[in-house]
């Protein structure tokens, strides 16, 4: 079956750059998508076809893909940034979800 | 405005039945895919099931298969999850998700564009 690897975990300082990785095998053929989960809240979609980004979603949120790798890039990290990042991709008609990233601004 | 609650979570013992409701509103419920997603307490994000427009199509993850049936009233705007045989390890916040569709690379991308406040299913005796 299809796996998403995410780091279990990115520190970063408050306006410093936050990069979160996602590996899986030819992902970059899949425009993956990443969700940002507050505790306690539903995921919201921040980044989808791989580097769109939603309406009301901020513009430090950007996205990129490339073989076997997307990544998630947070510029000017703020403290509000602090959560748990997913991706997403398809495979065939199923969904997979990569194993997250908690993501703490220190 | 989009809105997604779902409903019929709580507790149940090991081999019982529960059936999970989603109540669209704010877009025409029959134009999408649908999802269903759930997340064990403390762990990530699983997706469970889907299932196409007019539901003649749906696809389960292999975990779930031959327990759980996802389905869909079109004229009700509602999505359900119909759970069997449930088990410890089926213990999870479920969600329902709009599935929405982009253009990429000459063919259709997917993503989950609303998500509703998720319903807790607990599994135990």
């Known amino acids: 079956s299809y796996e998403l690897t995410q780091p279990p975990s990115v520190s970063v300082s408050p306006g410093q750059t936050a990069s979160i990785t996602c590996s899986g095998d030819?992902?970059?053929?899949?425009?993956p998508c990443w969700y940002q989960q507050k505790p306690g809240q539903s995921p919201v979609l921040v980044i989808y076809q791989g580097t769109e980004r939603p309406s009301g979603i901020p513009e430090r949120f950007s996205g990129s893909n490339s073989g076997s790798t997307a990544t998630l890039t947070i510029s000017g990290t703020q403290a509000m940034d602090e959560a748990d990042y997913y991706c997403q991709a398809w495979d065939r008609y199923t969904n997979v979800f990569g194993t997250g990233t908690r993501v703490t601004v220190l | 405005e989009v809105k997604l609650v779902e409903s019929g979570g709580g507790l149940v013992q090991p081999g019982g039945s529960l059936r999970l409701s989603c109540a669209g509103s704010g877009f025409t419920f029959s134009s999408y895919w649908m999802n269903w997603v759930r997340q064990p307490p403390g762990k990530g994000l699983e997706w469970v099931a889907n299932?196409?427009?007019?539901?003649?199509?749906?696809f389960h993850v292999d975990s779930v298969r031959g327990r759980f049936t996802i389905s869909r009233d079109n004229t009700g705007n509602s999505l359900y999850l119909q759970m069997n045989s449930l088990r410890a390890e089926d213990t999870a916040v479920y969600y329902c998700?709009?599935?929405?569709?982009?253009?990429?690379?000459?063919?259709?991308?997917?993503?989950?564009?609303?998500w509703g406040q998720g319903t807790l299913v607990t599994v135990s005796s």
């Open positions: 030819k992902l970059g053929d899949k425009y």
């Open positions: 998700a709009r599935v929405n569709r982009g253009y990429c690379g000459g063919d259709y991308c997917y993503y989950l564009d609303y």
């Open positions: 299932i196409r427009q007019d539901g003649g199509a749906t």
